[in-house]
DNA sequence: ATGAAAGCGCTAACAC
DNA sequence: GTGTTAGCGCTTTCAT
């Protein structure tokens, strides 16, 4: 058989002794097939090595089996968790993954999801840079947004942490340490995650009557180095100790906590750090990353499964989902209260 | 043109008052058309939003214009390198990237290989989990292997990362540093990884007199926990301190930096741990984790590169690449010859 | 340089 | 329950 021209559903038919639709639906676990005519197929099919043509069933039923993932950064931890947990959902769906990073470039985002579209993709699943309002190519098939862009489409799925809930856990954590105004490191400014961030945080802080103004606040990109640089400029505005730091994300909190031991300082002891994201580098700093950990795989599955339900003509209307946070404690974070008690015991 | 049913060639074809070969040669950049009927094509088509259906394209030319990737783990940091190289490079190939994750698991490896194959990529790139003897299945299409799984394929197409230089970048630094005889973490016994890289090891210290007998030897699987566990263990077996500890991956030397700190032991003043991946969470840990760096991303762009040749009919016989390993110096390993020579001044 | 026609491998109506 | 037939949208001879 090696060598060969590959087999086609004919030859499987030819072999079987029955037609060409016969054997489509034996291969196709149709119902109205007697068990024996399957058989007989299913061993025809085996005997010849048949794998089933994709691009043609995908042709012809309109079904191509395919869903279009495209996301930042594969390489970024967080990313590389929504899409294996997208991966692993995919899977039990039968369906294979399209996966595209648009580097956070609005021109690669666009020729991507020009590729996944062009790829006939059944569907698919965006973190979307460009975050202008609605680009009318993307309403015409069944989509889910994921992160935070997903608030600019309120029409349709769309699936994120809960960044309020998130924020309140990290405030609340810092809080009833004795942490009661901390400085802030956010994202890019002109990105949505950062207005979404700063509403939680404006949110929580406003019922203790402290607005954002408040606060120190420096901006950074996602990168240890960014976020280094970020605390650096911390570190120069807010001379009083100790202090504590609100990262938007992970690896900048892990580059703040550099930051922090260059400077001579000592982390938690002069400078209580908290993330947001709960990536597993994060647990190999000294003291660990204390960090709220979005749940980045299940928001990977949850996304696949709401676009099958979309696919498969379920669920009429668009729905947000929002999936909660958790708190990962580590030892960035020093309890002013306790040491309090503690001195004066 | 919202809503409406999908705009094809024959659509545009129509509208540019031309024949359906005519606008599919314009489309696809044919040579033997004119200037003008191709722009009149062009503007049809972006009138009309035309998109190129590449279902109906793979099927009748028999390239599909995707590529398969299969991987243990797109969530590990070091594939999810592999893989950005692999989807920055296809990109610029004009390919799609079909990314599937196997989990070390051989039955999930199969059965994503029957998936790529079934959507009729053009090539595939593969970590190969299984070990056994070549499987005829993988010989009728064009295919590169990556990582150490690649030796069992002398005659397909490989990549991977120098081992044998990297064992040597590290036993050298380590020599150099006065660890004449480190400890090892290795992984999984029954990969082939694991013998590749013993070799590589024998073949070091064989020309100092040093059989792999000689050193304390413990197995782990690629977590940090695992990594842990087997640093406790050499710690109980090797009571003599300053140690070394030469591991096989990242995430495992940074389990063994754990074991080491809860013992209360310090790295690097009692035990020296060096890695092997160069992966970005080590940097983070402290001290940072001094490690071989391997060409992760540019295994991934290879692979791809080596692929496309394949499948364009260039390159007749099979090649074997390995790339270089770089050494990242950072704080895990002390220098046992210089602090001699404070010691004697 | 362009058009007509065939057909890639499959599924979906429609017969029986 | 099974066979026949007609395409899905495109590329590719083969004419012209």
């Known amino acids: 058989m090696r060598g060969s021209r590959r087999q086609t559903i004919v030859d499987v038919a030819q072999r079987a002794g029955v037609s060409k639709s016969t054997a489509a639906r034996a291969l196709s676990n149709a119902p109205e097939i007697s068990t024996e005519t399957r058989k007989k197929v299913l061993e025809a099919a085996q005997a010849l090595g048949y794998e089933r043509n994709h691009l043609a069933v ?66 698919i699943i965006l973190n979307r840079v460009a975050e202008r309002q609605q680009d009318s190519r993307l309403a ?44 802030l490191i956010v994202g890019p400014r002109q990105r949505l995650a950062h207005s979404r961030f700063m509403h939680a945080v404006g949110g929580y802080y406003g019922a203790y009557g402290i607005t954002p103004d408040n606060l120190i606040v420096e901006e950074s990109d996602y990168t240890p180095e960014s976020g280094e640089a970020a605390m650096g400029r911390i570190l120069d505005r807010a001379p009083k100790r100790p202090l504590a730091v609100l990262a938007v994300s992970d690896l900048i909190g892990l580059g703040a ?51 099958i339900d979309q696919i498969e003509g379920r669920n009429d209307e668009a729905r947000s989902i929002s999936l909660s946070c958790k708190l990962i404690e580590r030892g960035s974070v020093s309890d002013l209260v306790r040491a309090a008690q503690v001195e004066v015991a």
Request: aromatic content about 4%; charged content about 20%.
């Open 58 to 123: 995908g042709m012809r039923s309109g079904r191509s089996g395919m869903l279009g993932l495209v996301i930042p950064d594969i390489a970024n931890p967080f990313w590389a968790e929504v899409a294996r947990g997208a991966q692993d959902r995919a899977e039990i769906h039968g369906r294979a993954l399209l996966i595209f990073s648009s580097d956070w470039s609005v021109e690669r985002e666009r020729v991507h999801l020009t590729s996944v579209r062009q790829a006939r993709v059944e569907g």
């Open 257 to 307: 906590m550099m930051a922090t031991r260059r400077r001579g300082l000592d982390c938690p002891r002069d400078v209580s750090i908290i993330g947001f994201d709960g990536i597993q580098a994060s647990s190999f700093s000294t003291p660990g990353l204390t960090a709220v950990q979005k749940p980045s795989r299940a928001i990977g599955a949850t996304s696949v499964d709401m676009l």
């Open 140 to 183: 015409d098939m069944p989509m889910v947004m994921i992160g935070s862009s997903a608030a600019l489409f309120p029409d349709m799925d769309n699936v994120g942490s809960n960044i309020e809930q998130g924020v309140r856990l990290a405030a609340e954590y810092l809080r009833n340490r004795g942490h009661l105004q901390p400085c």
